[in-house]
């Protein structure tokens, strides 16, 4: 019996400590209200890719992954906050979009290729699952 027994404890706690492990490895989400606060006006594009961690999207790019997500889920993925921006949005500009997890930046370049405005809007996924909650609630 107690040999049993030790090798239940042995199993649960390899189980835990590789599932903790594998949570904190996780990649992080670089789309957060900190990673915009670091994104200054008069940045290069290289700069913010370097912050947020990859190139963005087009507005048309990113209108059509969420519409193929909207699709795929039979339902709205996101529920987005109010929108906090930033500068002085010049019409007509290029602009660039990132989606994470907990919402999206928008920028918006001048023709030198330097940031001109930013916005960020909060969201949370509609119907997360348990690990998606997990890794909210501990900030990963």
């Not at 209200?33 to 200054?40: A, K, L």
């Not at 500068?87 to 930046?105: A, D, V």
Request: glycine share 10%.
């Amino acid at each position: 019996m107690k040999r049993k027994l030790k090798w239940l404890v042995i199993v649960l706690a390899v189980s835990l400590l590789g599932f903790g492990t594998a949570l904190l490895l996780w990649p992080r989400d670089r789309i957060t209200v900190e990673s915009w606060q670091n994104i200054r006006i008069g940045m290069t594009e290289k700069e913010v890719v370097e912050i947020l961690g990859g190139p963005g999207m087009t507005n048309e790019e990113a209108n059509a992954q969420y519409e193929w997500l909207k699709k795929e889920l039979r339902r709205p993925a996101f529920e987005f906050e109010d929108m906090n921006a930033e500068g002085n949005w010049l019409f007509g500009r290029t602009g660039k979009i990132w989606t994470g997890r907990r919402g999206r930046i928008e920028i918006e370049f001048d023709q030198d290729n330097h940031v001109c405005w930013k916005a960020f809007q909060g969201g949370r996924w509609i119907k997360a699952g348990i690990l998606d909650r997990l890794r909210d609630w501990l900030g990963l």
